[in-house]
């Protein structure tokens, strides 16, 4: 990705000539998924707007990629609605409003970087430029060589870029930056704060929390198809306030609980992380009782520790509520 150069003159480029909303664009309402007996997505009642990066979180499962996927049409929703600025999600109305890079893409491997975003420019009626698209993921190298002998990089590059051809109102990217290594990444960054610049929505689902951190203007957690958390990243983060400590201990979840300002406990395998108030007091009562503390770190909790709190919070409710 080092061939991506200063984007913000591109940004009048992006905007184009579709006309862009105000407030809320992409809705969610009462939406559920089915497949068989597994309820992926659970009454979903969700809204992005435009001008702003939504990141959605979740572990494996959560609903993630089905919700992103109704909104593209890919998927019917089983019972609520999904409406694109007012048009159903999957009409052709809808489909012209949304571009989208999905984390398994398969493109036709004899077709070149230019032939594919000239292919892609047809499906819109206000396509951006091709020189912009190009100039805007870097692409000039690469331009006459055929999809099927691209590197990994090179094919997330093209992927993103056909997802910007449209000039679309939203873009939809499902984990865009699955196998790039960190330079590749925050040159992915720089092409996503260029469309928020210029009035795009954003919608990111994604692993990497850090790039949720960076980006986000807006994070939504998922756990078990619905939503379990819907705030900025310092209002996600504050939901695990003081510190953490990161040990191995022989010490028992009661104990630990029983340390001054504990406040909870995240189990990440061996491991245990100790959310507390007042840390350097915890560790004082934990060594003067005697138990093992090895591997020992202690830092600012941080959104990691938000998602893992909320997600095994979840995973604890839906326990309690499967015994009873």
Not at 24 to 52: C, H, P, Q, T, W
Not at 228 to 257: F, H, N, Q, W, Y
Request: charged share 20%; net charge negative; glycine share 10%.
């Amino acid at each position: 990705m080092e061939n991506v150069p200063n984007l913000s003159h591109l940004a009048d480029a992006v905007t184009g000539n579709i006309p862009l909303k105000t407030g809320n664009v992409i809705e969610y309402r009462g939406v559920s998924k089915r497949y068989g007996d597994k309820l992926a997505v659970d009454a979903l009642e969700l809204s992005f707007s435009a001008g702003a990066l939504t990141a959605l979180l979740g572990e494996n499962g959560a609903g993630k990629t089905t919700s992103v996927s109704m909104a593209l049409g890919l998927v019917r929703p089983t019972g609520g609605t999904v409406r694109i600025g007012g048009d159903i999600a999957g009409s052709p109305a809808a489909r012209s409003r949304v571009g989208a890079m999905l984390q398994s893409a398969e493109l036709p491997e004899q077709l070149t970087v230019a032939e594919h975003i000239r292919l892609f420019q047809t499906y819109y009626a206000a396509p951006m430029p091709f020189a912009d698209v190009v100039e805007m993921m870097g692409l000039e190298d690469i331009l006459n060589k055929r999809y099927g002998v691209l590197s990994g990089g090179q094919k997330r590059r093209t992927q993103l870029a056909l997802a910007l051809c449209g000039n679309s109102e939203f873009i939809i990217l499902d984990e865009p930056t699955v196998g790039l290594d960190i330079e590749a990444r925050h040159a992915f960054w720089q092409v996503i704060r260029t469309l928020i610049s210029a009035g795009r929505g954003v919608v990111l689902t994604t692993h990497y929390l850090e790039e949720a951190d960076a980006l986000a203007d807006r994070i939504v957690v998922l756990a078990g198809g619905r939503i379990v958390a819907d705030g900025t990243p310092a209002e996600i983060k504050a939901l695990s306030g003081g510190k953490l400590i990161d040990m191995r201990t022989d010490a028992a979840d009661s104990v630990l609980m029983a340390l001054p300002g504990a406040e909870k406990i995240i189990h990440v395998g061996e491991r245990i992380q100790l959310v507390t108030s007042d840390a350097e007091a915890a560790l004082r009562q934990l060594f003067a009782q005697g138990h093992s503390v090895v591997d020992l770190s202690v830092s600012k909790a941080g959104l990691e520790t938000a998602f893992l709190s909320l997600t095994q919070q979840h995973k604890s409710s839906k326990k309690i509520g499967e015994a009873a």
